[in-house]
């Protein structure tokens, strides 16, 4: 059989806040739908985006700088994983669009990992209106700890030392133009999240066809995943969400909490 690595590859990017949840729960997981998740886990969303990890960040959470990746050594840790005859491998994580908090300093470097890993991947990239996946990021800002308004949130003061985000982060053109020149226009897919909101069974299509496969019946388009909470009541209790909650998206106050020991580092929410 065909190892993964060499085998044509499903690679999903993101972006944050664009149903990717749902894909990978209802769609990307599915056998009888022509996908599958070739990472091992109880955990369905897992089977998709664990490998994804790799191309990212070390065991202990801490991001791969570029001089310490190694793309055939992960190629090695994955030559075990074989492809399905028929079916669809897919790679799903929207970490490797890049993260807002970060800027997407990483994105190029990311790209480049991918081709590396799996060079005859398919790219999916998942955009949507701006100002909504902006605010939509914002409330998850808010749920990871932060503590910024939303002037503050998109306006951070820099000085150098590390990313921040800016509205550039949304700034969708570079990021498929890059795409494009590193596989190739025809080995990537652009699709916006509100064909997804308004026309399920077409959007999946789209992602069918780009694979040669059939479209899947009977979807679960009424299922749920990562149901909406109130933005008023994250907005206003901002304030008291880091004390519960220990990320990055609170700075300076996770190492502090870390080093205590009052509270672990919080991985970020599927």
């Given at each position: 059989?065909?190892?993964?690595?060499?085998?044509?590859?499903?690679?999903?990017?993101?972006?944050?806040?664009?149903?990717?949840?749902?894909?990978?729960?209802?769609?990307?997981?599915?056998?009888?739908?022509?996908?599958?998740?070739?990472?091992?886990?109880?955990?369905?969303?897992?089977?998709?985006?664990?490998?994804?990890?790799?191309?990212?960040?070390?065991?202990?959470?801490?991001?791969?700088?570029?001089?310490?990746?190694?793309a055939n050594a992960v190629r090695a840790s994955l030559a075990n994983l074989e492809a399905r005859e028929g079916l669809w491998p897919v790679v799903s994580y929207e970490r490797l669009?890049?993260?807002?908090?970060?800027?997407?300093?990483?994105?190029?470097?990311?790209?480049?990992?991918?081709?590396?890993?799996?060079?005859?991947?398919?790219?999916?990239?998942?955009?949507?209106?701006?100002?909504?996946?902006?605010?939509?990021?914002?409330?998850?800002?808010?749920?990871?700890?932060?503590?910024?308004?939303?002037?503050?949130?998109?306006?951070?003061?820099?000085?150098?030392?590390?990313?921040?985000?800016?509205?550039?982060?949304?700034?969708?053109?570079?990021?498929?133009?890059?795409?494009?020149?590193?596989?190739?226009?025809?080995?990537?897919?652009?699709?916006?999240?509100?064909?997804?909101?308004?026309?399920?069974?077409?959007?999946?299509?789209?992602?069918?066809?780009?694979?040669?496969?059939?479209?899947?019946?009977?979807?679960?388009?009424?299922?749920?995943?990562?149901?909406?909470?109130?933005?008023?009541?994250?907005?206003?209790?901002?304030?008291?969400?880091?004390?519960?909650?220990?990320?990055?998206?609170?700075?300076?106050?996770?190492?502090?909490?870390?080093?205590?020991?009052?509270?672990?580092?919080?991985?970020?929410?599927?």
């Open positions: 059989m065909t190892a993964l690595i060499d085998s044509n590859v499903l690679v999903h990017i993101g972006l944050h806040k664009t149903a990717s949840s749902w894909l990978q729960e209802n769609l990307f997981t599915r056998t009888d739908f022509g996908f599958y998740g070739p990472a091992e886990s109880k955990k369905r969303r897992a089977l998709v985006k664990n490998v994804g990890h790799f191309l990212v960040a070390d065991e202990t959470g801490h991001l791969i700088n570029e001089w310490e990746f190694d669009s890049g993260h807002p908090l970060s800027n997407g300093f990483d994105r190029q470097m990311i790209c480049h990992r991918i081709k590396a890993v799996f060079p005859n991947a398919r790219i999916l990239i998942c955009i949507r209106e701006q100002r909504a996946i902006i605010l939509s990021n914002y409330m998850q800002y808010l749920r990871n700890g932060g503590w910024n308004t939303p002037e503050a949130f998109l306006t951070h003061r820099a000085d150098g030392r590390q990313p921040t985000t800016t509205l550039k982060f949304w700034e969708y053109h570079t990021l498929v133009s890059m795409y494009h020149h590193v596989f190739g226009r025809e080995s990537v897919l652009v699709l916006p999240y509100e064909l997804f909101a308004r026309e399920p069974p077409s959007y999946i299509k789209q992602i069918s066809d780009f694979v040669g496969l059939p479209t899947p019946n009977d979807l679960p388009v009424k299922e749920i995943v990562n149901l909406r909470r109130a933005h008023v009541s994250s907005y206003y209790f901002r304030l008291l969400t880091p004390l519960g909650r220990s990320t990055s998206a609170n700075g300076p106050l996770s190492a502090v909490q870390d080093r205590e020991g009052t509270q672990p580092l919080a991985q970020e929410p599927s």
